[in-house]
């Protein structure tokens, strides 16, 4: 694989500046015809696996209502997608943060630590009681995205719950959801769900490759398109070749859970000593993408669902803390594994 495909050698586009979308078509469509009914729901939970589009498509819908206010205008009428030009001024203006009517609710960088935090800010949160009260609200489009809402902690998240029970005229939120489970079922009964699933190869590779500017067909590009089970963030992370060869050796002790193999976590945690981020992001976003899988696979027991959810919260509260205050990263693969095997004993 050439140097110029290595993903730490590129900055992909940010979801808020992303004109392109793949693989999602049903998922956008759905919006479209909801807001040209002018009975848009108020909010919507954007879920499915990490990686996917989600936040690309909540930002993509933003973009849309700003730039077309009116629903019944002959331009929303004869739109065949969620499509804004990138050189459009609303886009322009998303892509930088600077739009007055849009709100983003995300992590932010602790400046003791020069971290991010390991959940939203519950004062972030109560930020929208005063952005959806301002007088512009009665001139257009209030759009909130919150990505994501697994990143609230339970103050973040009733504050939020406070704004979805009594919505503003003319107000949209967009929440993003990796895993439901983790979700206040008093938030999620406020939302319409939109479900979106992995993606192919093909349209991770077309992803992938339009995020990096290098065509898709690119043998590099399709390689780790093919190993990334449907996620384009986890294509990027796999264009580096050791990233690909230590997920795959997360993947084969995942897969023999609930046996767990103490030399294989030892070369895990080995490979994960020090403060690259990119490893500790490649062991994250793996064991995620195994734990969505299994969430998502098919009808399960109650029981089962509830074990493999409790174990996401642990495990990603857990890397959070590793990646906040810079702990050692060997006693979360140990940790990690130990807790994931009891959820799979059940």
């Known amino acids: 694989m050439s140097q110029a495909l290595r993903a730490d050698h590129v900055e992909p586009v940010p979801p808020r500046a992303n004109s392109f979308l793949y693989g999602h078509a049903d998922a956008e469509r759905t919006l479209l015809d909801a807001y040209r009914s002018g009975r848009l729901p108020h909010a919507w939970l954007i879920a499915g696996p990490s990686g996917i589009g989600k936040a690309t498509l909540a930002y993509r819908m933003a973009r849309f209502a700003l730039s077309h206010p009116d629903h019944g205008s002959p331009s929303v009428a004869a739109a065949g997608s969620l499509h804004v030009d990138a050189d459009e001024p609303v886009a322009r203006r998303i892509a930088v943060q600077a739009h007055g009517a849009l709100l983003t609710l995300e992590r932010t960088i602790n400046e003791k630590t020069g971290k991010l935090r390991q959940d939203i800010q519950v004062d972030d949160v109560r930020r929208t009681v005063s952005f959806f009260g301002s007088t512009a609200a009665e001139e257009g489009w209030r759009i909130v ?13 009733n504050a939020l719950l406070k704004v979805l029970e009594e919505p503003p005229r003319r107000s949209l939120l967009l929440l993003v959801s990796h895993s439901t489970a983790r979700v206040l079922p008093t938030i999620r009964s406020r939302c319409r769900v939109l479900m979106l699933r992995p993606l192919s190869a093909d349209d991770v590779a077309r992803a992938a490759a339009a995020a990096i500017a290098v065509n898709a067909t690119d043998p590099g590009v399709m390689a780790a398109a093919a190993a990334a089970e449907g996620s384009v963030r986890r294509a990027l992370a796999l ?12 993947v084969s002790l995942l897969d023999r859970l609930p046996a767990v193999e103490p030399q294989g976590m030892h070369v895990i945690g080995d490979r994960l000593f020090g403060t690259d981020p990119a490893t500790l992001a490649a062991f994250v976003d793996t064991v995620n993408g195994w734990l969505a899988a299994r969430l ?3 009808p399960q027991q109650p029981a089962t669902l509830d074990r493999l959810a409790f174990a996401w919260e642990k495990f990603n509260a857990a890397a959070r803390a590793v990646e906040e205050f810079n702990l050692e990263r060997k006693p979360l693969v140990f940790n990690t594994f130990a807790w994931l095997a009891e959820a799979c004993r059940g």
């Open 296 to 298: 998502l696979a098919g």
């Open 145 to 157: 995205v919150v990505d994501s809402v697994d990143e609230l902690n339970p103050n973040g998240a």
């Open 239 to 250: 264009l580096d070749r050791n990233t690909l060869d230590l997920r795959n050796r997360i």
